[in-house]
């Protein structure tokens, strides 16, 4: 089986690592960096962290090289993910991609150019150390679906959880993956965007009597939003905030790291895909509209 | 006639240096910075920008110098308004204290000091340089009436008037203040914390698709609460916002600054005072709320 991740920042090294550790998996990388290709193909990726892994994918920046593949794992930042799929599509022809990347939407953007598409959620977490070394920060599970609008077959979609779960990378394939891709996206829209208008570390910002008020708030309108499609959600999000303060006190949400180091955020995948499927479901999301709208005028902040 | 500026940041200064040019007014500071009050005493108090004005006030900082006044003239930020007050009441047993501070609030807390209130909003701004020297940015109007619960008299703010229009700082006595006051406080509301929490200034802000959608519902929500209070505003805020990009469109709103230098904000007397007065009044102001709860928890992020 061939397996192609599409993109290997934190979160594609993790799962490329993994799978490169297989025998009987052929794992591709595709990246736009030269520099984390070339040392991953001269010197195999390491992860080290919560647990050690030094393996040998293939790497490389050039989309023609990459053979006919039977899975892909898209892992890009949600900006990214349309120029990285549609440069890599051919090699999906007769495959399923899946997204494992934050918030909503991507699968729509990845079912633009593919035929058939897994919807994905992945806990884990890390960041990149150098090129071909990645801090591997945080473990967990991933779950993955079929795309119901356009979707690969539930046995396509066991055969990837399976061979993700055996390489180390604890995968549950459901029929409808929409409950744990909601309950995260929802914690994180609460999380992320409030902390990085705040610059408050997480559990620090969840204790703050006022800054819980408005994550309160963003957390009702996106359950709000969930039960208008019909999601039913694994986990109340509420609660995942709760059971997070004291193990996150201090953890600065991806987001706040990208605000500090003056880059785009997920912003439009997180709160911002809670207000359109809110529009086209005709619930009201003003505060998920206030966190959007803020983060994007801090993004254009850094260009004025 | 005697007249005490409390607290001679930039506004107060501006107030203190145009009275003390009457040769009719005794014109006095209170300020707890012992470097601006001994320039002052030393060098006389000079205004540099807009116009150039210099002229010798009395400025101290132990309130038991200060000599019974016939009005006082608040210009401390709004979190300071209690303290400064409370050390000065017995110089206004028989006098009348007007609020020219940004924001809503102020008056009710003078009020709990002192007999006699005057309501008041002023426009001209700038920023103490160094000690005894101020740059005046913005020259504008005044507006000032009685404070409704507990007032001056008419004759009382109209000679309050008379006496800084004569000084330079042109001032309006009106019977009901409340309108310049709330038009203003929203005006505020929208443009102050939604440039502090993108970072972006004023026009920038105004101009900018997203965040303008969060300004505008700040504005609509302060307007829901003015028109509760039954107070008639002089100028609609939207059309003041709409006639202020292009003049101010790299303009950092006084809040913004503070929060680029870490410093306590005015949030409470803007957003923070319309959603304390929504709620009294079973208005709704969840995007006023909102920007409250997040420069609050900005603010917390500086202390962790």
């Given at each position: 089986?061939?397996?192609?991740?599409?993109g290997?920042?934190?979160?594609?090294?993790?799962?490329?690592?993994?799978?490169?550790?297989?025998?009987?998996?052929?794992?591709?990388?595709?990246?736009?960096?030269?520099?984390?290709?070339?040392?991953?193909?001269?010197?195999?990726?390491?992860?080290?962290?919560?647990?050690?892994?030094?393996?040998?994918?293939?790497?490389?920046?050039?989309?023609?090289?990459?053979?006919?593949?039977?899975?892909?794992?898209v892992a890009t930042k949600g900006m990214h993910t349309g120029?990285a799929?549609?440069?890599?599509?051919?090699?999906?022809?007769?495959?399923?991609?899946?997204s494992?990347q934050n918030g909503i939407g991507n699968e729509e953007v990845i079912?633009?150019?593919?035929?058939?598409?897994?919807?994905?959620?992945?806990?884990?977490?890390?960041?990149?150390?150098?090129?071909?070394?990645?801090?591997?920060?945080?473990?967990?599970?991933?779950?993955?679906?079929?795309?119901?609008?356009?979707?690969?077959?539930?046995?396509?979609?066991?055969?990837?959880?399976?061979?993700?779960?055996?390489?180390?990378?604890?995968?549950?394939?459901?029929?409808?993956?929409?409950?744990?891709?909601?309950?995260?996206?929802?914690?994180?829209?609460?999380?992320?965007?409030?902390?990085?208008?705040?610059?408050?570390?997480?559990?620090?910002?969840?204790?703050?009597?006022?800054?819980?008020?408005?994550?309160?708030?963003?957390?009702?309108?996106?359950?709000?939003?969930?039960?208008?499609?019909?999601?039913?959600?694994?986990?109340?999000?509420?609660?995942?905030?709760?059971?997070?303060?004291?193990?996150?006190?201090?953890?600065?949400?991806s987001m706040?790291?990208?605000?500090?180091?003056?880059?785009p955020t997920e912003i439009d995948q997180l709160?911002g895909g809670?207000?359109?499927?809110?529009?086209?479901?005709?619930?009201?999301?003003?505060?998920?509209?206030?966190?959007?709208?803020?983060?994007?005028?801090?993004?254009?902040?850094?260009?004025?």
């Open positions: 089986m061939r397996i192609g991740i599409i290997s920042g934190a979160v594609g090294s993790l799962f490329a690592a993994h799978l490169a550790g297989l025998d009987d998996i052929e794992t591709w990388i595709y990246d736009v960096s030269h520099a984390h290709v070339d040392a991953i193909n001269a010197n195999g990726l390491r992860l080290t962290g919560v647990g050690e892994v030094h393996s040998r994918p293939r790497a490389t920046t050039d989309p023609g090289e990459l053979p006919a593949l039977d899975f892909g794992i120029s799929i549609a440069a890599t599509a051919a090699a999906f022809a007769d495959g399923a991609v899946c494992v079912a633009e150019h593919v035929p058939r598409v897994i919807r994905g959620t992945t806990f884990p977490a890390g960041r990149v150390l150098e090129p071909g070394v990645v801090q591997w920060d945080t473990a967990g599970k991933t779950w993955i679906g079929p795309f119901e609008p356009q979707p690969a077959t539930m046995e396509q979609v066991e055969a990837l959880a399976e061979a993700l779960t055996r390489s180390g990378m604890e995968t549950l394939a459901l029929a409808d993956a929409r409950g744990a891709q909601w309950t995260k996206l929802i914690f994180n829209a609460a999380s992320n965007a409030l902390c990085s208008l705040t610059r408050m570390p997480h559990g620090r910002a969840a204790r703050h009597e006022h800054v819980r008020w408005v994550m309160d708030g963003v957390i009702a309108e996106g359950k709000a939003v969930a039960d208008a499609l019909g999601v039913e959600m694994d986990q109340d999000p509420a609660d995942l905030l709760e059971g997070s303060i004291e193990v996150a006190l201090d953890h600065k949400p706040l790291q990208d605000v500090l180091a003056e880059r709160n809670i207000v359109r499927f809110g529009e086209d479901h005709g619930i009201d999301t003003p505060l998920n509209r206030a966190a959007w709208s803020l983060v994007k005028g801090l993004e254009a902040s850094w260009t004025l």
